[in-house]
């Protein structure tokens, strides 16, 4: 790793009293952010960016047990601004490498602890530090977002028949994005992040946090109506009990009137205020995990990412074949076959290979021989991940990654969590670290979003917090995946990965879609599901539909199953909010570009001079003329990238593009 520390500033004062205002200020590298910290019996913060003012907090501050604050009537002591410039490595990722250049500002105080500012060209971040000897309650945390004008906004609502904020608590973090003004807001009603205000002149704040760790995530919500988002927080479990899903949830009963029990020395989350102009550039961020905490594993070479043969969505869905099909050992073998022969590194289990209702993983159903797949596996060089209900895993969380591990099980899907305050936060971490331990990727299913995890446990390949394609199993046209789809990855995807679980060759219009769990299908087209193997990111992907679809549909299969799904660099080429996006990705010499659009039909001239000089050809896969009434109609070419590195591409309504492109 390059790090250049440019400058350091140093301003020191006797501890000045909290009445006696202070101004400190500090601008990001290009400038273009300033960001004013007035101290006084609270601190708050005045954001602005090209000398526009974009953002004004609240009183910034925590509220600790022992009677003590951090940032109400606290004692200033001195200020430092140091200016980094440095590459860092990812793993994992949308890209290798990532220039991490900041400028930041420290500022300690009398009463044990440190407020830090960091601003980046793209955003500005700021979280608590600790610096006391003694271990301490978190009663609060005070913090505010507010707007000067009643913009509109992207907000995730919690999805939950639930009235009272503590009944919220408990959601999957999976809803599409309702578009208001900000006074216009549901005031009973929470909002977890990512989430997108809309400014003037093309200019966006995307609100997110980072380095989540021991402490609850942040929700946003709009209680008085005006223009000011302020955060909330799940308080700590004080008693639960088993239940929810097959028995395979923590329910909270009761909680504790504090948010977290917290050490000497704890780095609160960053609260990060991402600032842009342009929506492409929204879509491709690193301040999530530019500002989680360095990877913890000093080796990551037998981490495995890759894709996934899945068969829950398609309802184990094998026809042709002389056993009834399901939870069994034959049916297993048939995705283990249909994985080898397509290259694709791993069959999934889910639910259903553990006995139901026992919240026990070692209790398997005796129509599943575990040994036997894993072995037969071993021979197609096709390995093994398991589902697991939160629960289950939970309670025998290091007899069960010692047991599986040894058998050969590469990893497991987490499923059913659905909370996140400390105690569930814990408990990822503790999973992650004891996962890696035994060498196991974890795939965190029915989840917070991520904030970073994956940067500190590499082997956390991927999370789910997404409203994903099994929304299509039992809902109909009253789901727009189509709009959420050129939605999510200027939202939600700026947090990390997504398990969306692409890959339906069963593809509808807006007028002939249905929800059909035996058959499900997807909206929008063919091309569509092509190209979100490109947009998405996601380094353990799904393939969602059947075998039998994917035999059917050989020529796309093939085009699937040689997309990388980690990368050397990314780089949106356009894209407008929840109207489309055009992303393209390389690996080694390779390029990779897949767009998608709305239920508009929509032709994009695309610039392509980032693959620089030499002659390229592409293999194409386009909407076909007849896509707007039969959604399964695509067009697979080949053809010469132009000299002058301009390609028109025309997209049908809920359409997609997708491309490989090569050197000749």
Not at 130 to 143: P, Q
Not at 496 to 523: C, F, K, L, W
Request: glycine residues 6%; proline residues 3%.
């Amino acid at each position: 790793m390059k790090q250049k520390i440019l400058r350091l500033f140093l301003l020191t004062f006797l501890s000045i009293p909290a009445t006696a205002q202070k101004r400190v200020s500090v601008n990001s590298p290009d400038r273009r952010l300033q960001v004013d910290v007035i101290i006084a019996d609270s601190i708050r913060f005045q954001l602005e960016h090209d000398k526009e003012r974009v953002l004004n907090s609240g009183a910034i501050a925590m509220k600790l047990g022992n009677g003590k604050n951090f940032g109400i009537k606290s004692h200033f002591k001195q200020a430092k601004t140091i200016t980094v410039k440095q590459d860092i490595p990812a793993h994992f990722y949308k890209r290798n490498s990532i220039s991490d250049d900041y400028s930041e500002l420290t500022l300690e105080f009398k009463e044990d602890f440190k407020l830090i500012f960091r601003l980046y060209n793209e955003g500005m971040a700021y979280r608590f530090i600790s610096t006391g000897e003694k271990d301490f309650i978190v009663n609060e945390e005070l913090a505010a977002f507010g707007f000067p004008k009643d913009y509109k906004a992207y907000i995730p609502y919690v999805k939950t028949k639930e009235t009272t904020l503590e009944g919220q608590y408990f959601n999957s973090f999976e809803n599409t994005y309702a578009y208001s003004q900000l006074s216009k807001m549901n005031s009973g009603k929470l909002a977890f992040s990512p989430l997108v205000v809309e400014l003037e002149r093309g200019k966006k704040v995307c609100l997110a946090e980072a380095d989540l760790q021991s402490y609850p995530g942040m929700y946003l919500f709009n209680p008085t109506g005006g223009t000011i988002l302020k955060a909330n927080f799940a308080t700590y479990p004080k008693s639960t009990t088993q239940g929810g899903h097959n028995q395979l949830q923590q329910i909270v009963t009761s909680r504790q009137p504090y948010l977290a029990k917290s050490k000497a020395g704890t780095k609160f989350p960053w609260r990060i205020s991402i600032i842009t102009t342009s929506d492409k550039a929204l879509a491709d961020n690193d301040m999530v995990y530019k500002l989680a905490e360095p990877s913890r594993l000093k080796d990551v070479s037998w981490i495995r990412p890759g894709k996934v043969a899945w068969e829950w969505w398609n309802n184990w869905g094998l026809s042709k074949v002389d056993f009834v099909s399901g939870v069994n050992t034959e049916t297993y073998k048939a995705y283990i076959d249909f994985a080898a022969k397509n290259k694709i590194e791993y069959v999934i289990l889910d639910e259903g290979w553990a006995v139901n209702l026992k919240a026990s993983l070692f209790e398997v159903v005796p129509e599943i021989n575990l040994k036997e797949l894993i072995a037969y596996g071993k021979t197609k060089n096709v390995d093994i991940i398991l589902w697991a209900g939160y629960y289950a895993f939970e309670r025998d969380l290091e007899k069960v990654c010692k047991h599986y591990s040894h058998l050969g099980i590469k990893g497991f899907k987490i499923d059913f969590m659905d909370r996140d305050d400390q105690d569930m936060v814990d408990f990822h971490y503790r999973t992650a670290e004891t996962a890696a331990k035994y060498k196991l990727l974890v795939d965190f299913h029915g989840t917070y979003k991520p904030t970073g995890l994956n940067r500190t446990f590499p082997n956390v390949i991927n999370y789910e917090a997404v409203n994903g394609l099994e929304q299509m199993k039992w809902t109909g046209s009253e789901m727009d995946m189509v709009t959420y789809d050129v939605t999510m990855p200027f939202i939600r995807m700026i947090a990390g990965p997504v398990d969306y679980t692409q890959g339906a060759m069963r593809n509808a219009t807006r007028r002939s879609h249905r929800g059909i769990n035996d058959e499900p299908m997807s909206q929008g087209t063919r091309c569509r599901q092509l190209a979100e193997y490109v947009v998405f990111e996601s380094p353990l992907n799904m393939l969602c539909d059947s075998p039998d679809n994917y035999a059917k549909e050989q020529e796309c299969t093939d085009f699937i199953s040689a997309i990388p799904t980690v990368w050397d660099n990314t780089i949106v080429l356009n894209g407008e909010i929840g109207q489309y996006i055009t992303t393209a990705r390389k690996k080694g010499n390779t390029w990779y570009l897949g767009a998608l659009t709305n239920w508009e039909a929509r032709k994009l001239e695309l610039d392509l001079s980032f693959l620089g000089s030499g002659d390229y050809a592409a293999e194409i896969y386009q909407d076909g003329i007849n896509a707007n009434k039969i959604a399964t109609d695509y067009k697979k070419e080949r053809i010469a990238i132009p000299a002058d590195r301009k390609l028109s591409i025309n997209m049908a309504q809920g359409g997609g593009f997708a491309m490989k492109i090569f050197k000749k």
